[in-house]
């Protein structure tokens, strides 16, 4: 693993961290006693952050070696989440995934461009 890739890993665990979290508090909380509409919302939040994780981790080793594939998806993965922390922006304020998100799309565009 080369240093070019830990920020990739790092998000990606982030991610997958927070959307576990997420998904246990919600369940956890009084959403989660009744399975109806909004529940199923909520839950997609988290899975929507564990699935960018992911993605993050499978790109890992192609940023590594500086494929472009794995540069496409990891910054469409990187704006996909900072569009989500927008729409949640009033609801839930998620600074530590926008700075990380963005700092990761800056990484990425300096080490590829």
């Not at 991610?15 to 529940?39: P, Q, T």
């Not at 989500?84 to 990484?107: D, E, N, Q, R």
Request: glycine fraction near 8%; charge should be positive; include cysteine.
């Amino acid at each position: 693993m080369t240093p070019s890739a830990l920020p990739v890993y790092g998000l990606g665990v982030w991610l997958i961290l927070n959307g576990l979290l997420h998904d246990v508090f919600v369940l956890r909380s009084e959403h989660g006693r009744k399975y109806d509409r909004i529940l199923l919302r909520l839950l997609m939040d988290g899975h929507i952050l564990m699935t960018g994780g992911a993605v993050l981790l499978f790109c890992g080793p192609g940023v590594a070696q500086r494929q472009w594939w794995a540069f496409y998806i990891s910054v469409t993965v990187c704006l996909s989440i900072l569009v989500y922390c927008a729409m949640i922006f009033p609801f839930l304020k998620s600074i530590g995934t926008i700075l990380f998100s963005a700092t990761l799309l800056v990484i990425l565009c300096v080490y590829f461009l």
